[in-house]
């Protein structure tokens, strides 16, 4: 099993900014893909942002220019920094990696983005 820490969310003007991290456990490995969904309330879970092993990314078009996501392969953890963050961007967001063609999710991180 491939376990997901996430940590980073919170609470922010419209405007602001937000780095959000997910860390995979330790002896894990083959990690394929880790990437980003978030879930509005009364919404359905949505792709955010991907990045591959290779470094390849992939970005929602609601996000894009705004968000980045990047990797630390050495660490199997993945970041998203969150910019220019406006109240449509408030969801509870979860990590997810992709092992061996098998998917493991993060327990999510609320980000709430308000004046």
């Known amino acids: 099993q491939v376990q997901l820490v996430e940590s980073g969310g919170g609470l922010v003007q419209p405007g602001g900014s937000l780095r959000l991290s997910c860390a995979a456990s330790?002896?894990?490995?083959?990690?394929?893909?880790m990437g980003w969904y978030r879930q509005a309330p009364g919404k359905q879970r949505e792709l955010v942002a991907t990045?591959?092993?290779?470094?390849?990314?992939n970005y929602a078009d609601s996000v894009k220019g705004r968000f980045t996501i990047s990797r630390d392969n050495a660490k199997n953890t993945v970041y998203l920094e969150m910019n220019s963050l406006n109240p449509e961007d408030t969801a509870v967001y979860y990590c997810?990696?992709?092992?061996?063609?098998?998917?493991?999710w993060g327990q999510g991180t609320q980000v709430t983005v308000s004046s």
């Open positions: 997810k990696a992709r092992r061996w063609a098998s998917d493991y």
């Open positions: 330790r002896n894990s490995f083959s990690i394929n893909y």
């Open positions: 990045v591959t092993s290779g470094g390849s990314t």
